[in-house]
């Protein structure tokens, strides 16, 4: 072969690899972006349905009504405006179906004795990795109808973190151990004698009586990162136990339905968050990939819909 026509022919070899490579790059970068817009899309659709689950939920806890109810919508609007969810005041129906609510009267008689409140912002509470978890808004609607469950209770002084030993001091027709003391005067001070209205025999039911305390307890020493449903449905056994041989404790049965929907809205933020987090991390990789491409793409542009002769005889 005469040496020009190889050296034209090899020429012409790399100028097709070269536009081969641009039109494989660019075939490549399409698919990446179109890549990138599905997952933006997938996760921006999951950020909305949490943020409805979780806009039900707290519609739900600000409908507590009494003295009370302007600290708690300050607090809830503190936090919206920490996450940046102004809608958490919109009231979202379709979680109707899963609140649970208490009569007149236990709504009162909360305003009496602020148990367990939430006085840390929830961005607080968060960070514990053991309740980040997606969970169904079913799954929440079916716990949270096991708090009015009447099953057989299988407490026992072991699973409280109270110490029941010791010295004991007597209070009306019960000794309570001196750790339980205050939380017992506490009750009393403000509903009085929860017990008045039993008139079974006080040695068969302190037990139930200490267990109650016990879980009043155990709510006020704990945040509400540290709840599990393992101690909610605790909880629940020592406040029906109370409930079914007449104790006055219907207000304690109100407020562990609070800490439940608490105790989701709790994960609900997790997610809401690492959401947010996919999204800024898309959202910059969406800037940078630009940066990349934004002296290209007006020429592109020029292109849209036509053929790519257009220019070429002006």
């Known amino acids: 072969m005469h040496p020009q026509v190889a050296q034209s022919e090899a020429s012409n070899q790399q100028h097709r690899r070269f536009f081969q490579r641009r039109k494989n790059k660019r075939k490549n970068n399409a698919l ?8 933006y899309a997938r996760v921006a659709a999951e950020n909305r349905h949490l943020t409805g689950i979780i806009e039900g939920m707290i519609s739900q806890y600000l409908k ?13 609007s503190h936090l919206a405006g920490e996450n940046d969810h102004r809608s958490f005041y919109a009231q979202d129906q379709q979680c109707a179906g899963s609140h649970i609510g ?3 009267d236990e709504l009162d008689v909360m305003n009496g004795l ?31 109808k096991k708090i009015d469950d009447d099953v057989a209770s299988s407490n026992d002084f072991s699973d409280f973190m109270v110490c029941f030993d010791g010295e004991h001091k007597k209070i009306g027709r019960y000794s309570f151990p001196l750790s339980l003391v205050s939380t ?23 037990k139930i009586y200490l267990f109650f305390c016990a879980t009043i307890k155990e709510m006020e020493d704990l945040k509400l990162h540290q709840v599990t449903e393992k101690k909610l449905l605790k909880w629940r056994d020592a406040i029906k136990d109370a409930l079914r041989i007449n104790f006055k404790v219907a207000f ?3 407020h562990l339905k609070r800490i439940a929907r608490a105790y989701f809205g709790c994960i609900g933020s997790q997610e809401l968050q690492s959401i947010g987090d996919k999204l800024d991390a898309l959202n910059k990789e969406r800037a940078e990939t630009y940066q990349d491409f934004k002296d290209y793409i007006a020429y592109a542009k020029d292109f849209y819909g036509k053929s790519v002769s257009d220019g070429l005889f002006a």
């Open 32 to 39: 990446n972006r179109q890549k990138k817009k599905k997952e």
């Open 64 to 76: 507590v009504q009494g003295k009370n109810f302007q600290k708690h919508e300050n607090y809830v």
């Open 102 to 104: 208490g009569n007149d």
């Open 114 to 144: 602020a148990l367990n409140e939430l006085d840390n912002p929830l961005s607080n509470e968060v960070k514990n990795p053991k309740n980040s978890q997606t969970i169904q808004k079913s799954t929440m609607s079916e716990f949270l």
């Open 184 to 206: 017992v005067e506490r009750i009393t001070n403000v509903y009085g004698d929860v017990s008045a209205p039993c008139l079974k025999n006080s040695s068969v039911t302190e």
């Open 252 to 254: 304690a049965m109100h």
